[in-house]
Nanobody, 121 residues
Framework: VQLVESGGGLVQAGGSLRLSCVASGRTFSSFAMGWFRQAPENEREFVAAISWSGGSTKYADSVKGRFTISRDGENTVYLQMNSLKPEDTAVYHC????????????????WGQGTQVTVSS
């Protein structure tokens, strides 16, 4: 099983990025997908999650109204990030969890290696 993120980079504050995550190696039709981030010396932090059907989403308060999670079929998930702030700087990981989504990273079954997002002020 493999989850591969892409789309990270360096952007100025107020800018936008779109992260992608492609999952392979098994069927993900019953898996919720989530995005988490981790900055140096910080704990892993929940960002957003989407149900297996794509019909339900959840966001951290810190990104609500600025980020949008979506999925294209069972294997691809996106994170559209607008109005980026320096405090959004982190490595962003996508993750897959069987059945319902959760904001607790410990419940996720599969993880990608992450993509770096850096927002300059």
């Amino acid at each position: 099983v493999q989850l591969v993120e892409s789309g990270g980079g360096l952007v100025q504050a107020g800018g936008s990025l779109r992260l992608s995550c492609v999952a392979s190696g098994r069927t993900f039709s019953s898996f919720a997908m989530g995005w988490f981030r981790q900055a140096p010396e910080n704990e892993r932090e929940f960002v957003a999650a989407i149900s297996w059907s794509g019909g339900s989403t959840k966001y951290a308060d810190s990104v609500k109204g600025r980020f949008t999670i979506s999925r294209d079929g069972e294997n691809t998930v996106y994170l559209q990030m607008n109005s980026l702030k320096p405090e959004d700087t982190a490595v962003y990981h996508c993750a897959a969890k069987f059945s319902e989504y959760s904001s607790n990273w410990r419940f996720y079954d599969y993880w990608g290696q992450g993509t770096q997002v850096t927002v300059s002020s």
